[in-house]
């Protein structure tokens, strides 16, 4: 997408002539769809999220969906969860669960009075009007600039004040008729799309509590050259370790894959402060990381060794700080196992000894019928044996893997994680 030439097409929302956006991307909003210039600009700032390609610009928009996109622009998607769960249609389970929380912390977008949250319910454009009233500088709002449409009346009593500070501010839509405002109807993924451009091109306007830090720096945290990332972006409140970053962790106990079982606590620590190449201290030593057994494949015959699976999920810093994590082992498929070394040393073992028991036999073949070819039967005798012991080591079962206490492994992030300034 030329995202240069998105942003010379810039014209009025009910310009008479109609200047086509670059929308090449999305396949099912066009060029010279009303909204495709707000459309491309959520989709390309991540604010909002394509589906198989498509946008979907006449769906409904769902309050978690809301809230989602919310956080986006407000880079308040990683904020730290510190508060409890009150609501009682919200699980732990669910996708949505964190970015609910984080709403309420941020005191973003309120549940209900009898604690539930209704995730699903859909926005209607008065509450929406209303939440972006919520989340910017206060102002003394005339309701009387309502009156220039025609469907004022049906605006509801609590909405009133709050769609006219939104009217000043400019953060609305009143697409297809400029004099409707239709405060009843459920809001459009295109209308969200609009609102959530315009708030962006007004981000002054949003009070600070709800706006995450202002990004000081961009550090690198290099702990390895195949990292598919080494960003950190140094905010004002927060240090934000990107999606891909990769850091080192150790056992902070002795791990035998043969002893555990999937739904096992793991448990690692930082066995030195993890930096970035600025001096950024992120972790300081002392760090615990909090893990989980998700699987475990034992071992197979034909030497094929055992397979680790696990997740970490947080971690808690010495000051007490936690931070949340969705990490997992930076090796192929995600798995720890045993590695070539080891399963080298096994196969030499199994080697060794069999050469051990083949040149005893032949030593004893040969000695039986002549003792002066006592050599000869070593020489037979000592490779047919390994010959033999390396074939049995190679269609034995493989090793259990085996971690020592203090062992590091490489942990990858596939999810950013927020570290705030404020507990340091």
């Known amino acids: 997408m030329n995202k240069f030439l998105v942003g010379l097409l810039a014209c009025g929302l009910f310009a008479t002539t109609v200047i086509p956006a670059c929308a090449a991307d999305i ?3 066009s060029s010279n769809y009303w909204a495709s210039k707000e459309i491309n600009e959520v989709v390309d700032d991540n604010i909002m999220t394509l589906s198989d390609g498509k946008f979907n610009p006449e769906g409904s928009v769902a309050r978690v969906d809301f ?3 919310l956080l986006k622009l407000l880079s308040n998607d990683n904020l730290n969860v510190n508060i409890s769960n009150i609501f009682t249609d919200v699980k732990s ?3 949505y669960y964190e970015n609910v929380l984080r709403s309420q912390q941020l005191g973003l977008v309120y549940g209900y009075p ?36 025609e469907d004022a009346g049906s605006i509801p009593t609590w909405a009133r004040t709050p769609y006219a500070k939104t009217l000043n501010y400019g953060i609305y839509v009143n697409y297809p008729k400029p004099n409707e405002l239709r405060p009843n109807d459920i809001l459009s993924r295109a209308e969200a799309a609009v609102i959530l ?11 600070t509590q709800y706006k995450g830090g202002e990004l000081l720096a961009i550090e690198h945290l290099n702990t ?5 990332s080494d960003e950190v972006e140094i905010k004002s409140d927060s240090n934000v370790i990107k999606e891909g970053n990769v850091i080192p962790v150790a056992f902070s106990e002795r791990f035998k894959s043969e002893d555990s079982a999937a739904g096992d606590a793991v448990s690692f620590v930082a066995k030195e402060d993890i930096t970035t190449e600025e001096g950024t201290v992120l972790f300081p030593a002392g760090t615990k990381f909090d893990a989980q057994v998700l699987e475990i494949k034992d071992p197979k015959w034909f030497n094929k060794n055992a397979r680790v699976y696990a997740q970490l999920n947080g971690a808690v810093m010495p000051c007490g700080q936690k931070v949340s994590l969705d990490a997992k082992p930076f090796y192929k498929n995600y798995e720890l196992k045993e590695g070539p070394w080891m399963t080298a040393g096994k196969l030499a073992l199994y080697t060794v000894a069999g050469g051990a028991v083949g040149t005893g036999a032949g030593v ?3 000695f039986i019928p002549d003792p ?17 012991g390396l074939a049995t080591g190679l269609i034995t079962k493989g090793l259990n893997y085996h971690a020592k206490e203090g062992e590091v492994i490489n942990v990858i992030l596939l999810k950013d994680a927020s570290i705030s300034k404020s507990k340091l």
């Open 27 to 29: 396949a099912d909003v």
């Open 114 to 149: 009898d604690r539930t949250f209704q995730p699903k319910r859909l926005m209607t454009r008065s509450e929406t009007q209303s939440v972006i009233s919520h989340i910017t500088k206060d102002m003394d709002a005339d309701t009387s600039v309502l009156n220039r449409f």
């Open 224 to 228: 390895t050259r195949r990292a598919p």
């Open 67 to 69: 809230v989602s996109a």
């Open 372 to 388: 002066t070819k006592i050599g000869t039967g070593i020489a037979i005798g000592t490779p047919v044996g390994a010959g033999i």
């Open 197 to 207: 451009a315009r708030l962006k091109d007004k981000i002054g306007l949003v009070k």
């Open 364 to 366: 004893g073949f040969a």
């Open 93 to 95: 389970t669910d996708s």
